[in-house]
């Protein structure tokens, strides 16, 4: 068997795991929403996802490359099967509560964003050059993918069966994987080669360079706000769902969106949008998701709320990969990794403030100002919406697509992208 073969097998266990892994991410996310009925504690779940992220994203570059990659990406799912097997046995005597939902996401996230780094670069350090693009695309399927999977399945086996067994195939699908990756041979790191440690005054020497940049700021802000957007439907749209209708049907409307951004990166990888004007399409493209956004949930038919998923996560990733192009072409080589880090974490930051925002502003502002206003006013608003707290999300989401459509106007009407400045 071919090194090349074997990194093949520890990416495919990965995209079991991940499979599993997503099937528990939305039972858990119903689960805790039942608990309570409050977004607040459905976006703080999100929000300690991110939360191990934005702090070990630094330190995971030199963990990985001081330590072996293959121990790592074994560890990380030894892990998860360890807090799974503590949350099946909490669900079995009905003793689960939101805490523990809470420190499950912060540690399986910490080490899964040293497994994923370990993965991306054994790609890097393995795979011969004329073969990494079909690795890389394998990658990215291997999140893609789940996303269309998992919801329609989990939602489907958690209105008739026990989210206790959900949990124990996410064991199972993690067994697979550390068994798959055991088949890895890995050559012994020299740490004579090991990278050097980034100091501080280095990182603060690019921002600084950033900051006169401005073109690539504006091209921040325009994915930061699609993200906003993004990030606000993944807090609302399952609680929406679930008031709607059913855990099934909440499941298949996430998939929708998995399904938008797994033809979105089949398109990029085999059609790239080479004809496209980058400067152009990422404002107006940031335009047109917060008017698909504004006028799309003027009704609550779930065929709508399905629809918007899917231009949004279709849409998404031409933007981000169109920004990291014009990023690439303005910075010298030499600094492209530390600002790029300083990029992703600025982006991971913005959506932990809104899931930190988006749930006590529904939860304690919106929905108590609504449940003192008349039912007369209640008509002139959105009068389809009965509930409340559905009321008080959907509004939200629609200011959000109305701020979002003047943002994307005013960068493409001043031309904010016009005139990149690729001297540095």
């Known amino acids: 068997m071919t090194q090349t ?16 892994y997503s099937l528990t991410g939305f039972a858990f996310g119903v689960l805790l929403f039942k608990m309570s009925n409050r977004v607040t504690d459905l976006s703080l779940l999100y929000f300690f996802q991110l939360l191990p992220v934005i702090l070990i994203i630094l330190p995971s570059g030199i963990i990985v490359d001081k330590f072996s990659r293959k121990k790592i990406i074994i560890l990380s799912d030894f892990v998860a099967i360890s807090f ?11 003793d689960l509560t939101k805490y523990p939902l809470y420190l499950y996401v912060v540690v399986c996230s ?6 994923g780094l370990a993965i991306t670069t054994l790609v890097g350090i393995t795979i011969p050059q004329d073969q990494r693009s079909k690795f890389n695309i394998f990658l990215n399927l291997r999140q893609a993918i789940p996303r269309l999977i998992a919801p329609v399945f989990a939602g489907l086996w958690i209105t008739f069966y ?15 994987a550390i068994s798959l990756t055991l088949l890895l041979s890995e050559k012994p790191i020299v740490h004579e080669n090991r990278q050097k440690i980034v100091s501080f005054k280095e990182y603060m020497s690019c921002v600084k360079e950033l900051l006169t940049k401005t073109s690539l700021l504006w091209s921040l802000a ?6 906003c957007s993004i990030s606000l439907m993944g807090v609302y749209i399952l609680p929406i769902a679930l008031m709607q209708a059913s855990a099934a049907v909440a499941g298949n409307i996430i998939a929708v969106g998995g ?22 399409f990422i404002p107006l493209s940031l335009s047109f998701q917060g008017l698909v956004l504004f006028f799309g949930l003027l009704s609550p038919h779930i065929f709508f ?30 600094k492209y990794g530390k600002i790029l880090s300083i990029k992703g974490i600025t982006l991971q930051l913005v959506g932990a403030v809104i899931f930190l925002i988006a749930g006590p502003l529904i939860d304690d ?10 039912r007369d006013f209640h008509f002139f608003l959105l009068h389809d919406y009965n509930n409340n707290s559905v009321l008080a999300m959907v509004l939200v989401l629609m200011m959000m697509g109305l701020a979002q459509f003047l943002f994307g106007f005013y960068v493409y009407q001043q031309k904010k992208l016009q005139k990149m400045d690729y001297s540095i």
Request: charged share 10%; glycine share 6%.
């Open 222 to 227: 325009c994915v930061s706000f699609s993200l």
């Open 110 to 115: 910490t080490f899964a964003t040293m497994q």
């Open 162 to 176: 026990s989210t206790a067994n959900l949990v124990i195939i996410d064991i199972c699908t993690s067994i697979i």
């Open 305 to 334: 709320i399905g629809l918007i998923l899917f231009i949004y996560f279709f849409i998404n990733p031409c933007q981000r990969g169109f920004s990291y192009t014009l990023w690439e072409n303005a910075i010298e080589e030499n």
């Open 84 to 94: 799974s097997l503590f949350l099946v046995y909490k669900l079995q005597h009905h």
């Open 5 to 20: 073969t074997r990194v093949a097998l520890v990416i495919l266990g990965q995209f079991v795991s991940q499979l599993g």
């Open 259 to 280: 399904l938008g951004a797994l033809i979105a990166g089949i398109l990029i990888a085999f059609s790239p949008l080479k004809k496209l004007k980058i400067e152009n």
């Open 365 to 374: 502002v919106i929905t108590p100002f609504l449940n003192k206003l008349s």
